[in-house]
């Protein structure tokens, strides 16, 4: 089998080298820069009224990043990533098909208080994509994914990454992504990249269309969103929904529809997800 590299969905995750190793593997160990402290100082506590809770500002480009939770009392309102205008310049020069650097970092603190089942954010820079990884020449972009499990150290030949999915817990029209050489996307540590094939990645003005997502032993992990540079630089909008399942991997509220967007008060750009419903029916533990 060919050697492939990954992308969250032709372009989402995390920029790796790949080791040279025989499966259906596109990407390699996580190398992470800039990893914010899990154990950062914050008070858990919910305040009342319209709060927003913060993570660690991080240096991205010639600018900074930052993980934010929204909510009012103890309903999360929005969940993401904010970009000052400076992290869309002075990236890295890679060649097509790398996804670095990545920035990774907990939520804040406040997470589980909100009933999120997710625990982690990761922004990634890919400088685009090329076939074999995806049928179209995509431009530079981030990637934005939250996590439902922390990340975790695998090795091939990857068997939680590639466990089956029971078809509940896929959303309607969500299938595997398969490469052309016949492989899955495979990024070690967070799962086999499955898509809405009726918005396919690559496609303007974004390089995922939200309909991302990675399933890890059997399930949902990740949903995965994906912006070209030249979009943020526009200060555009742009919001889709997110598809269901009828299964979800644990409780917690999960969003329904993704966003992109600048704002203009604080001047940073927004990739989130928003729109929370509590999980129906959850995996039997």
């Known amino acids: 089998m060919k050697r492939a590299r990954a992308g969250w969905g032709a372009g989402l995750i995390l ?18 820069i800039n990893r914010v ?21 991080q240096p991205v480009g010639n600018g900074t990043g930052r993980c934010y939770i929204t909510a ?3 309903v999360p309102i929005s969940v993401g990533w904010e970009l000052t205008d400076g992290a869309l310049t002075n990236l890295p020069d890679v060649p097509p098909n790398s996804e670095a650097p990545v920035y990774a970092a907990p939520l804040p603190p406040q997470a589980s208080a909100l009933g999120l089942p997710f625990k982690f954010m990761i922004i990634i ?14 431009p530079p972009h981030f990637h934005a994914a939250i996590l439902v499990n922390p990340l975790q150290t695998t090795s091939a030949p990857y068997p939680l990454e590639t466990a ?3 078809a509940p817990e896929l959303p309607p029209g969500v299938i595997e992504t398969i490469l052309p050489d016949g492989m899955p996307v495979i990024v070690p540590g967070v799962g086999t990249n499955y898509d809405d094939p009726t918005k396919p990645a690559g496609l303007p003005p974004l390089s995922t269309l939200g309909q991302n997502y990675f399933y890890f ?14 979009f943020l630089a526009s200060k555009d909008t742009a919001a889709d929904a997110i598809k269901q399942p009828q ?8 969003p329904q529809v993704w966003i992109t967007r600048w704002d203009p008060v604080k001047q940073v750009h927004v990739i989130a997800v928003e729109d929370f ?9």
Do not use: K, R, W
């Open 277 to 285: 419903v509590t999980a129906g029916q959850v995996v039997t533990p």
């Open 247 to 254: 299964l979800f991997p644990a409780a917690g509220a999960y």
């Open 217 to 230: 032993n059997g399930h949902m992990n990740a949903f995965v969103l994906g912006p070209t540079i030249d």
């Open 125 to 138: 820079y890919s400088s685009g994509h090329v076939p074999p990884i995806t049928t179209n020449n995509e």
């Open 15 to 32: 920029g790796l080298v790949l080791p040279t190793v025989a499966g259906p593997v596109c990407a390699g160990p996580f190398d992470y």
């Open 72 to 74: 009012v009392g103890n």
């Open 37 to 57: 402290d899990e154990n950062q100082s914050q008070s858990p506590g919910l305040a009342a009224g319209l709060q927003t809770y913060y993570g660690a500002e």
């Open 164 to 166: 089956p999915v029971a």
